[in-house]
């Protein structure tokens, strides 16, 4: 089993400053790296201050200064929000700064809020076509010269400057849900992605075997790595499990507030959904947010990894983003590396 860290800036007011927070995620990945994570993943999200996230090439670039050896992954570029061209050119550029530690995820995209003023109003559903076209376009150019006359892009010959480091290419990501992105994904050689947002674990068992079941489909394909990716928060023996649960519980609330796109932004910001409009809804009771994200004590934590590790997951990446303190994420972080990594050497 190999570990990740999931991290962006996040604010929830403007009490903490930018400086601050980006301070923050570069310590957070600095312990990270320290405690032997493979991976950091950084995000895209626009105009959003809960994930502070505009490009993750600018932020893995800096990082790629200040570590030597974690990997540097963009978790996850918005194919409709981009260009081929330009994501090959960026993504080959951080992996000459890094030194060959660059690995790019791709997803559709999903706040609706996002491609109103990103890609000009266009359904988020749609995304997948953007997607579906940029991943074989992106590795050609990475292999020289390249035109291309798609449904949704067309240029004259080209190809990615520079070229990357990591030969034929560097390690391609697809974020997947549903069967067809999964065998997508597969079939085009790229490793897998999932997240099972505020579902227990049988929502990890339906991801492999959707999964599996693309590996079933694609036999000729050599089987691609699967990650998954889960809000972790770890506390001591008897220590206060509800810190994570309510701090997690905050941030799907605001999830909310910018998922179904009914309210206009203040600076960035927007109201949460209150605790009152989900206390009958069981999937915030904080019970079972304790059952279903990884909220636990080190035994507990290693105990529900070593499940998924039995499932045939890969990777698992402790996804910081929780809406709490600094000092909070710090602590989990501290307790996930010295007790909980060690039981996977």
Known sequence: MKFSLFVHMERYDEQVSHQQVFADLVELTQMAEAGGFRTVWVGEHHAMEYTISPSPMPILSYLAARTTTIRLGAGTIIAPFWHPIRVAGECALLDVISNGRMEVGLARGAYQFEFDRMAGGMPASSGGQHLR????????????????????????????????????????????????????????????????????????????????????????????????????????????????????????????????????????????????????????????????????????VIARIKHYQELGVDEFSFWSDNSLSHAEKKKSLELFIKHVVPAFA
């Open 133 to 300: 076209e940029m991943v074989p376009v992106v590795k050609k150019l990475w292999q020289g010269d390249y035109a291309h006359d798609g449904d949704v892009w067309k240029f004259p010959t080209s190809t990615s400057v520079p070229k990357p480091l990591q030969q034929p290419t560097p390690p391609m990501w697809i974020a997947a849900r549903d069967p067809d992105s999964h065998n997508f994904a597969v079939k085009n050689g790229c490793n897998v992605m999932v997240t099972p947002l505020m579902k227990g674990d049988e929502e990890v068992l339906d991801l492999v075997n959707k999964f599996n079941g693309a590996l079933a489909n694609n036999p000729e394909v050599a089987r691609p790595q699967l990650m998954v990716l889960r809000h972790t928060f770890v506390h001591e023996e008897g220590g206060d499990w509800e810190v994570g649960a309510r701090g997690i519980s905050r941030f799907y609330r605001t999830f909310e507030g910018w998922f179904h796109n009914k309210q206009t932004p203040v600076n960035g910001f927007v109201e949460p959904t209150s605790e009152e409009a989900v206390k009958d809804r069981p999937e915030y009771d904080l019970n079972n947010l304790r059952k279903n994200v990884m909220i636990g004590t080190p035994e507990q």
